[in-house]
């Protein structure tokens, strides 16, 4: 029996920096740009467009692909559907792939001064477990996840109209400081916290435990 004491299944923790450099935090938004571009190219989505002519008729055709993440989900969803099974190998990936997310977001909202590996775990500590699909998820559960996590989504997108407020407010603090404030700064590694609880729910689909509505 889980009780609302045990860790959730998914888990962040992001060192809290004494000193941030006022440099590399002025120009973050121009240093993260390469980064960036890599994230976006595997969690980004793809669109082809075919033309036939036919006589005097001209038809267009758009495919539209999820990349790399939205096949991952689909995949592990009829795994567990129809085979109840979720392969280690890409389990594996979709964490590293969530790490490495995560990475890049603390280095956008200051949260740490060095940039992001593709790697190495640095100062963002997150972690996920791997399910036991036998015995810890419900084969059905995984169509319904999306629609469950709705509540999620709502007050997440409020929090993060909030962590953008609070993420120019500590551009300027540290601009002047060079110190990220501690209450912002663990606002914002809540927010993350909580996003990461749903993402490992509705998306990676490693747990039925429902996420808690919790900054902490």
Do not use: C
């Not at 941030?20 to 740009?33: E, P, V």
């Not at 960036?36 to 595997?42: F, Q, T």
């Not at 603390?106 to 477990?129: C, G, I, K, M, N």
Request: charged letters at 20%; zero cysteines; aromatic letters at 14%.
């Amino acid at each position: 029996m889980v009780t609302s004491s045990d860790p959730y299944a998914a888990r962040l923790e992001i060192d809290y920096p004494e000193r941030l450099d006022r440099l590399t935090s002025a120009f973050r938004l121009l240093w993260i740009i390469p980064i960036a571009i890599v994230l976006g190219v595997l969690s980004g989505s793809s669109t082809e467009t075919a033309r036939t002519v036919s006589g005097s008729a001209v038809t267009t055709t758009t495919r539209s692909g999820g990349g790399i993440a939205g096949g991952l989900f689909l995949a592990t969803l009829l795994m567990i559907l129809f085979r109840r099974r979720y392969p280690r190998w890409w389990f594996d990936f979709a964490r590293e792939f969530a790490r490495f997310g995560a990475r890049v977001g603390a280095y956008l909202f200051l949260l740490t001064d060095r940039y992001p590996s593709t790697v190495e775990e640095q100062a963002v500590h997150l972690d996920v477990d791997y399910p036991d699909v036998e015995a810890d998820l419900n084969r059905w559960l995984p169509l319904v996840k999306w629609l469950l996590a709705i509540p999620h989504y709502v007050v997440l997108a409020v929090l993060a109209l909030g962590a953008l407020v609070v993420g120019v407010i500590a551009w300027f603090a540290i601009l002047f400081t060079g110190r990220f404030p501690r209450p912002l700064f663990d606002y914002l590694v809540g927010v993350g916290r909580w996003s990461l609880r749903v993402e490992a729910y509705a998306i990676l689909l490693v747990t039925d435990r429902y996420p808690p509505f919790s900054l902490k």
